[in-house]
């Protein structure tokens, strides 16, 4: 599907970290994008996201900057505090400590990134005298989205500088909130000394592009229903209502371009189509591509 996305011309591609159960499959996607690495060439590779809490943030240091080596500079640094129970309590972690364990990982992940020896005292982490011996390709640094599970939460992660990524199905009840979310972000983001054009906001989204809603429902409702019922601790809805809502884009060609240009009049500014969900079959997964790519996308790249 990597490949398939390349040669189609889509801008990247990115996977999720999941861990112990059904809903998500690729547990440690640093090894998956060092694969992907090598069978492509110009697509950007994004993880969305890392669960920094989970891991030894030097690790991550490690492993990204790795990948960024073997894609040429192409990685792409989706990160989250994680919030499935059954994960935290897979590796021993209290939810009740993810926040500033994710502030600590994040801290020493990008100082690590700058190639300088230093050292760090945390709470949960305690670096002495460190330096890796590798480093990312990219300059400064790859870039770095901070994913929301809350539309509350933009703000704050505006006001430490970085943008951020989110799944409107998982933080939004009304689609008018989204407008006020991307509106604080980018006031927090600004006033905290970032240039307005990197207050960039990706957003995932289920989408089975297919000649009409009706087959769309055919081929891909199963694989939506499933994904809603194994995302645990989310709320329940059945597929009807999140089209009405547009939280998915299914349908024709035109369909999916009337829900995207919602979410772009909304201020959001990079649409991140969840082609792959819910089990759906490959050959699914690369028709709904083939027509996203044919269709869709030249709405929007002018190509």
């Not at 199905?169 to 972000?185: N, S």
Request: aromatic share 12%; proline share 5%; glycine share 8%.
């Amino acid at each position: 599907q990597a490949e398939a996305a390349e040669e189609w011309g889509f801008e990247s591609f990115w996977v999720a970290e999941h861990h112990f159960h059904e809903y998500g499959g690729i547990p440690r996607p640093p090894i998956w994008l060092a694969a992907a690495a090598q069978r492509t060439k110009r697509i950007r590779l994004g993880s969305a996201v890392v669960v920094l809490p989970f891991d030894n943030p030097l690790r991550v240091a490690e492993d990204y900057a790795m990948v960024d080596i073997l894609c040429n500079g192409r990685l792409n640094l989706g990160v989250g505090s994680g919030y499935l129970k059954h994960e935290f309590e897979g590796f021993g972690i209290s939810g009740e400590e993810k926040r500033e364990r994710f502030d600590e990982s994040l801290e020493i992940l990008l100082r690590a990134w700058t190639g300088a020896r230093f050292s760090y005292a945390g709470k949960y982490h305690r670096v002495k005298d460190v330096q890796l011996n590798v480093a990312p390709v990219q300059k400064p640094r790859p870039p770095v989205w901070i994913a929301i599970l809350r539309n509350e939460a933009a703000a704050f992660v505006g006001q430490k500088g970085f943008p951020i990524m989110m799944i409107p199905y998982a933080t939004t009840e009304h689609f008018a909130e989204l407008t006020d979310t991307v509106r604080a972000f980018r006031q927090a983001f600004v006033s905290a000394g970032g240039r307005p054009e990197e207050a960039t906001v990706p957003f995932g989204l289920h989408t089975y592009c297919a000649e009409s809603l009706e087959e769309a429902r055919a081929h891909a409702k199963e694989a939506m229903d499933r994904y809603v019922r194994t995302r645990l601790y989310a709320k329940q809805r059945p597929f009807e209502l999140l089209v009405e809502k547009n939280l998915v884009a299914f349908g024709s060609p035109d369909e999916v371009v009337r829900v995207a240009r919602r979410y772009e009049a909304a201020g959001l500014t990079h649409f991140l189509a969840i082609a792959n969900f819910g089990g759906l079959e490959h050959k699914k997964v690369l028709h709904s591509m083939e027509l996203l790519a044919k269709h869709v996308v030249p709405e929007f790249t002018g190509r």
